[in-house]
């Protein structure tokens, strides 16, 4: 009988010891990041959600540039006139999720591998709104076209001269689109050549 009485209180007890840690991995599922856990190479552990969405959008810069350059013109785009944004909320989730989302026994395991110098770094995703690209590419489409001069054959003091032709240039809309999506999105925020194509008069000096 006492033997009996002893197994009970034996499984009582690791019960409510399993039930006390269950609860604490509960509660620290809503408690601040990890020691050595890291957005863009910002320090973000012992911080709360909150506290570290704010942190992040006063060290990350919003108002970056891309030069545009063509011969000797620079043309300045300015990333807050196309949406840009970090998605700082999206690594803020993914930061506080570290030893907290793999289960009881894995994120023990992460802890252990932060506290003792491990860490991880998140790098910040990035969104823009498409269409201002696509409008804001339109309108430089326009200032850069120059329109071709075909050859003309004109009667000058009785003699026919043939004047040269004069080739026309267009951007490459698409070219350029693709080339600068792939900058925002890598946050390469250094120079780009601007594409060109030139365009060919219908009547050429040859052809006259």
């Known amino acids: 009988m006492k033997r009996h009485k002893i197994y009970f209180l034996l499984i009582i007890?690791?019960?409510?010891?399993?039930?006390?840690?269950?609860?604490?991995?509960?509660?620290?599922?809503?408690?601040?990041?990890?020691?050595?856990?890291?957005?863009?190479?910002?320090?973000?552990s012992g911080l709360t959600k909150s506290e570290a969405i704010d942190k992040i959008n006063k060290l990350m810069c919003?108002?970056?540039?891309?030069?545009?350059?063509?011969k000797d013109k620079n043309y300045n785009l300015k990333l807050e006139d196309v949406g840009f944004y970090?998605?700082?909320?999206?690594?803020?989730?993914k930061a506080h999720g570290v030893?907290?989302?793999?289960?009881?026994?894995?994120?023990?395991?992460t802890k252990m591998d932060l506290y003792f110098g491990g860490k991880v770094n998140f790098k910040l995703d990035v969104g823009y709104e498409k269409n201002k690209l696509e409008t804001y590419i339109f309108n430089l489409a326009k200032d850069i076209y120059v329109s071709p001069i075909n050859s003309e054959?004109?009667?000058?003091?009785?003699?026919?001269?043939?004047?040269?032709?004069?080739?026309g240039v267009k951007l490459n809309r698409k070219e350029l689109f693709n080339l600068l999506d792939k900058k925002i999105i890598d946050k390469?925020?250094?120079?780009?050549?601007?594409?060109t194509s030139i365009i060919t008069p219908?009547?050429?000096?040859?052809?006259l």
């Open 13 to 44: 007890s690791i019960l409510c010891y399993f039930g006390l840690i269950e609860k604490s991995y509960a509660i620290n599922k809503d408690s601040k990041i990890c020691k050595n856990v890291y957005i863009e190479n910002i320090d973000v």
């Open 202 to 207: 219908k009547y050429t000096f040859e052809k």
């Open 62 to 70: 919003k108002n970056n540039n891309i030069n545009l350059l063509y």
């Open 99 to 109: 030893g907290r989302n793999k289960g009881l026994l894995s994120d023990f395991k």
């Open 153 to 167: 054959i004109k009667l000058s003091e009785n003699k026919f001269k043939v004047s040269y032709e004069k080739n």
């Open 188 to 195: 390469d925020y250094y120079e780009c050549y601007i594409p």
């Open 86 to 93: 970090y998605k700082v909320e999206e690594a803020v989730k």
